[in-house]
Nanobody, 116 residues
């Protein structure tokens, strides 16, 4: 069964860092482009970063460009999101997404709270 499990969320002060992980099972991970999204209370889910299946291409939303870095390890079936210089407005539930052809899967999310 296909499954994505996010981890690494938590509480952090402004200016701090967190690294999120998303580990996949039940899929041929190396086929899938992977993305990170977030959803803040009362807001729509927002695409933050995307990485190609082979890891050679990445894209970022303007809101996180220069602060967040997406990477992947296809041997570990894991995608990462390194988040630096966190701001209170980064507070949200963060989700990973796997996408290949007509196949798309979501994780259950991990909460990030940036508080002062």
């Amino acid at each position: 069964q296909e499954r994505l499990v996010e981890s690494g969320g938590g509480l952090v002060q402004p200016g701090g860092s967190l690294r999120l992980s998303c580990t996949a099972s039940g899929i041929t991970f190396r086929h899938y482009a992977m993305s990170w999204y977030r959803q803040a209370p009362g807001k729509e889910r927002e695409l933050l970063a995307r990485i190609s299946a082979d890891g050679t291409s990445t894209d970022y939303a303007d809101s996180v460009k220069g602060r967040f870095t997406i990477s992947r390890d296809n041997d570990k079936n894991t995608v990462y999101l390194q988040m630096n210089s966190l701001k209170p407005e980064d507070t949200a539930v963060f989700y990973c997404n796997a996408n290949w052809l007509s196949f798309k899967f979501w994780g259950m999310g991990t909460q990030v709270i940036v508080f002062s």
